[in-house]
């Protein structure tokens, strides 16, 4: 059997030749990073779940008209994209004073912000992926204005989507991260949602305990990594109890003497 041909291998996903052109594989790691790199670690089973959130998300996003690269899910870590070109900039969105915005602005984590704030990141690990504006982004020719329009709408959308949907199982959609990509019809070039939408880009905590059950577990070195996100995926109803064994985070918490 010939050895698959790998493209790309990022601190979570790696991504394979597909078997038909304009496809690849994505495949979902469990290895863990935080602050650009420097903590480095596992969460075991994480690529599992990771794969069964985003594919439902994706799914769900795509039956009410937002465009994705996603296909279909192959097994328990990989499932087929579109290829595309990825666009050099992250995409954050934000409901609640959390991580970053918290620490530059001096605002408290958890206040409930005004109005959702959507921030632009350029993709450069050398650079610990600086924050920039619209006009940087014009300015280099990172994206066209259209394409810009295109990539704040979708957020936007994708943002209220998702904070009814976590809403409904008892979750605080506090912010996300977003990728967006390029597919090439004839002459024209369309954005697309591209990577994944997962508890390691995303902050979610619960709405009643505030725990959070997301990667800032690994961030800060609170434990109970897998257990957070199997709890994730057990909400939104897609896994059984007897796929894995879902532990109560009090529980963690006891046995650590926490």
């Not at 291998?9 to 990073?33: C, N, S, V």
């Not at 896994?239 to 003497?257: I, P, Q, T």
């Amino acid at each position: 059997m010939a050895r698959r041909r790998q493209i790309y291998e990022g601190k979570a996903k790696i991504l394979y030749e597909g078997p038909e052109p304009g496809t690849l594989i994505q495949y979902f790691k469990d290895d863990a990073t935080a602050f650009n790199a420097q903590k480095r670690g596992t969460i075991s089973g994480k690529g599992v779940i990771n794969n069964r959130i985003s594919e439902h998300i994706f799914t769900c996003l795509a039956n009410i008209g937002v465009p994705t690269h996603f296909i279909r899910r192959l097994n328990m870590r990989e499932q087929l994209i579109r290829q595309c070109e990825i666009v050099p900039i992250e995409v954050v969105v934000r409901n609640v004073a959390a991580g970053s915005l918290s620490k530059r602005l001096g605002i408290e984590e958890g206040t409930q912000l005004p109005r959702t704030i959507i921030e632009y990141y350029l993709k450069d690990d050398a650079l610990g992926d600086p924050m920039i504006a619209d006009e940087h982004i014009a300015c280099f020719g990172w994206a066209s204005q259209e394409e810009m329009n295109d990539i704040a709408d979708m957020a936007i959308r994708v943002n209220d989507f998702m904070a009814g949907l976590f809403s409904a199982i008892g979750i605080r959609l506090v912010d996300f991260k977003l990728e967006f990509g390029r597919v090439y019809e004839n002459d024209f070039a369309r954005i697309i949602l591209a990577d994944e939408i997962s508890p390691d880009g995303c902050r979610l905590w619960d709405m009643k305990s505030g725990e959070k059950l997301d990667k800032d577990r690994f961030r800060q070195s609170l434990g109970g990594e897998a257990e957070a996100y199997q709890e994730v995926a057990r909400r939104l109803g897609l896994l059984r109890d007897e796929e894995f064994a879902v532990l109560d985070l009090d529980s963690h918490r006891k046995k650590k003497g926490l």
